[in-house]
C-alpha cells in the first residue's frame, strides 16, 4: 500500500497540488488496504492521515497499513479536517467525492484554501492492476464460474428464477465469496430482454432463453460473468442470435490487446451484431473497467477515447435484446497482459454448453 499512497503524493504534487483527499470507500480501501476509515488525506511531505469514526475505529486500527489513524467524533470532524490541512500548509486540495453540505462546511472554515474535484489521477492508478489485484481478481473470476456451473446443474423446467440465483449464491459464499459483486439477474423467456432484469419467481418454459449474469467480490475485487442457457433445442432464430453473439464476444475478445482503442473494440463488436441485422437490439456498449467496483474506467464503448494497456480488466459482454422476445448475452471478464487477453472467466460459453 505504501507505494500506491507514493505514487499518488507524485501525481498530485505534478498536477499542482497540495494535498489529495480520498473519502470514496474503495479508493481508501486501495491505499489503505482498510475497509474502514472516512478520509483519507495524502501530501506529499507528510505521513498519510486517516480520519475514521468511532464506528468503524477497530477494523481500521487492525487493517489499515502506512498512514496514521485518527477517530473523529460527529463534533470533532470538521475540526480535525481542517487542522490536517492547516498543518500541511495546503493551499490548493484535490479531493475524489465528497457531499456537498461537507465540502460548502469545509469551505467556509478554510477559505484560503481551493478545492478542486480530481477523479483523474486516482482511476489512471486504479486502472492499472498490479499483480496482488490479479491474484484477488482471478480467485473472483473463479469463485463466479463455480457460481454458473452451480446454477447451471439446477437448470429445469419448472425451476423459478428464485431457486437458481440462491444456487449461485450459495456456491459463491461457500467457496470465499465475501458478497455478490451486483444484484444478479436471472432473466427468462420475455424476461430475457431486459439487459438487468432482476430475479422473479417465474419458472423456466421449455424454448425459453435464460439470460444469467453474476459476479463475486474476493478481497474487494469483483468478477462478472454472463451466459446465456437455452431450455430445449433452440430453434433457428435462437440458434442464430446466440451464435452472432459469441462471434461479436470472441471477435471483440481477440481485439482486446495493449494499444487497441476502446471504441474501436467496442466496433468490432458491433459490426459482427450489426451485419446480422441486429445493431438496434445492441443497446449498450461492449464493456466496462471491473476491480474494486463493478463498473469503472475504462469504458469499452463508441464514446471512448481510451486505449487499452496491459493491467487493465474490463467485461466483453456483447448482447442481443428483442422486446417481447427474448435476449441473449455472453459476458467475460477479461485481463489485458503484455502479451494480449487473458479470461478470469472461463465458463464454457458454446451453445451445445448453454442447452438442457
Ligand atoms: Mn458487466
Redesign the pocket.
Given at each position: 500500500m505504501a507505494n500506491r499512497i507514493a505514487k499518488l503524493a507524485d501525481k498530485i504534487a505534478e498536477c499542482g497540488l497540495d494535498a489529495y483527499v480520498a473519502s470514496r470507500s474503495p479508493n481508501i480501501r486501495y491505499y489503505t488496504g482498510s475497509i474502514g476509515g472516512s478520509h483519507l488525506i495524502v501530501t506529499p511531505d507528510r505521513d498519510p492521515l486517516l480520519l475514521v469514526s468511532v464506528l468503524d475505529e477497530n477494523v481500521t486500527k487492525d487493517q489499515a497499513s502506512d498512514c496514521t489513524v485518527d477517530t473523529y467524533t460527529p463534533a470533532s470532524l470538521l475540526e480535525r479536517f481542517a487542522d490536517a490541512l492547516r498543518e500541511s500548509h495546503s493551499v490548493r486540495v484535490g479531493f475524489d467525492d465528497l457531499p456537498l453540505q461537507l465540502l460548502a462546511r469545509i469551505r467556509r472554515r478554510l477559505p484560503e484554501v481551493c478545492f478542486t474535484q480530481n477523479q483523474e489521477e486516482v482511476w489512471q492508478q486504479r486502472m492499472v492492476k498490479d499483480a496482488g489485484e490479479i491474484r484477488l481478481m482471478s480467485e473472483a473470476g473463479r469463485l463466479a464460474d463455480v457460481a454458473m456451473q452451480a446454477l447451471k446443474d439446477k437448470l429445469a423446467i419448472g425451476a423459478t428464477e428464485y431457486e437458481l440465483a440462491a444456487e449461485a449464491s450459495y456456491a459463491m459464499m461457500r467457496e470465499g465469496a465475501e458478497a455478490h459483486s451486483?444484484e444478479f439477474t436471472v432473466g427468462s423467456g420475455p424476461r430475457s430482454a431486459y439487459p438487468h432484469a432482476s430475479v422473479t419467481d417465474r419458472k423456466i418454459t421449455r424454448g425459453d432463453l435464460i439470460v444469467v449474469?453474476i459476479?463475486a467480490t474476493h478481497g474487494g475485487y469483483c468478477s462478472?460473468i454472463?451466459r446465456t442457457f437455452v431450455a430445449g433445442k433452440p430453434d433457428g432464430k435462437k440458434a442464430t442470435i446466440y451464435d452472432v453473439v459469441l462471434r461479436s464476444h470472441e471477435a471483440a475478445f481477440g481485439e482486446m490487446k495493449p494499444g487497441a482503442g476502446c471504441r474501436e473494440v467496442d466496433g468490432v463488436s458491433r459490426r459482427i451484431i450489426e451485419e446480422a441485422g441486429y445493431g438496434t437490439n445492441y443497446t449498450h456498449s461492449l464493456?466496462?473497467g471491473?476491480g474494486l467496483e463493478?463498473?469503472e474506467p475504462p469504458s469499452v464503448s463508441q464514446r471512448s477515447a481510451e486505449r487499452l494497456e496491459a493491467g487493465n480488466v474490463v467485461?466483453d459482454?456483447p448482447g442481443v435484446y428483442i422486446h417481447g422476445y427474448g435476449g441473449v448475452r455472453i459476458?467475460d471478464t477479461v485481463l489485458l497482459t503484455p502479451k494480449g487477453p487473458r479470461r478470469l472467466t472461463n465458463f464454457p460459453r458454446e451453445l451445445e454448453n448453454a442447452v438442457f
Open positions: 451486483f449474469d459476479g462478472d454472463t464493456g466496462h471491473v463493478i463498473h467485461s459482454e459476458e
